[in-house]
T-cell receptor
Framework: EPEVTQTPSHQVTQMGQEVILRCVPI?????FYWYRQILGQKVEFLVS????????KSEIFDDQFSVERPDGSNFTLKIRSTKLEDSAMYFC??????????FGPGTRLTVT | GESVGLHLPTLSVQEGDNSIINCAYS??????FIWYKQESGKGPQFIID?????DKRQGQRVTVLLNKTVKHLSLQIAATQPGDSAVYFC???????????FGQGTRLTINP
């Protein structure tokens, strides 16, 4: 069964550094999302992406965050200058239609 | 404001028993609801969904009930197995919105 994959599984970075989290969607999926989950808390929506543009974003998704599909397959989340409070699990989700969201295994980001 | 490190409600049941996990959703405009299962170190896994024009939907060993009057959603798992041990999240979505809004989650433990 096809799955969403994410790399790396764990990323450790120093405060102020840039990180790029990568997601490979299921091949025929057209809708892409990023969510995050701070340890012990709820899963929170960050951004949705469809037809090569952001379709919705949350208050968390400020100017430090960006998303793109650089090669038409990978879907990336970039954090320009990481803060301690960015430490969380970041989940990519993809789907063939708007409300269908299948989640990847996540990338654990640790900012020190 | 939100508290850090939310305490998850927990539910323990004996293997083979039925379990019921409850969720109160917040937005009366939401018209699509999903239950996700999250095992330790993994991303949320889709279990079952329901639209607001229904009040019950059944899957394999799972049933979702929706009570729009009191904004309440429940997940019933029949004949629980050790592999059902996980955190279960409800999520809601409203027409026109991309994001899923996740609930707090319930940790289900199946005792042998």
């Amino acid at each position: 069964e096809p799955e969403v994959t994410q790399t790396p599984s764990h990323q450790v970075t120093q405060m102020g550094q840039e990180v790029i989290l990568r997601c490979v969607p299921i091949s025929n999926h057209l809708y892409f999302y990023w969510y995050r989950q701070i340890l012990g808390q709820k899963v929170e929506f960050l951004v949705s992406f469809y037809n090569n543009e952001i379709s919705e974003k949350s208050e968390i998704f400020d100017d430090q965050f960006s998303v793109e599909r650089p090669d038409g397959s990978n879907f990336t989340l970039k954090i320009r200058s990481t803060k301690l409070e960015d430490s969380a699990m970041y989940f990519c989700a993809t789907g063939t239609r708007r409300r269908e969201q299948y989640f990847g295994p996540g990338t654990r980001l640790t900012v020190t | 404001g939100e508290s850090v490190g939310l305490h998850l409600p927990t539910l323990s049941v004996q293997e083979g028993d039925n379990s019921i996990i409850n969720c109160a959703y917040s937005n009366s405009a939401s018209d699509y609801f999903i239950w996700y299962k999250q095992e330790s170190g993994k991303g949320p896994q889709f279990i079952i969904d329901i639209r607001s024009n229904m009040d019950k939907r059944q899957g394999q060993r799972v049933t979702v009930l929706l009570n729009k009057t009191v904004k309440h959603l429940s997940l019933q798992i029949a004949a629980t197995q050790p592999g059902d041990s996980a955190v279960y999240f409800c999520a809601e979505n409203k027409e026109g919105a991309q994001k899923l809004v996740f609930g707090q989650g319930t940790r289900l433990t199946i005792n042998p």
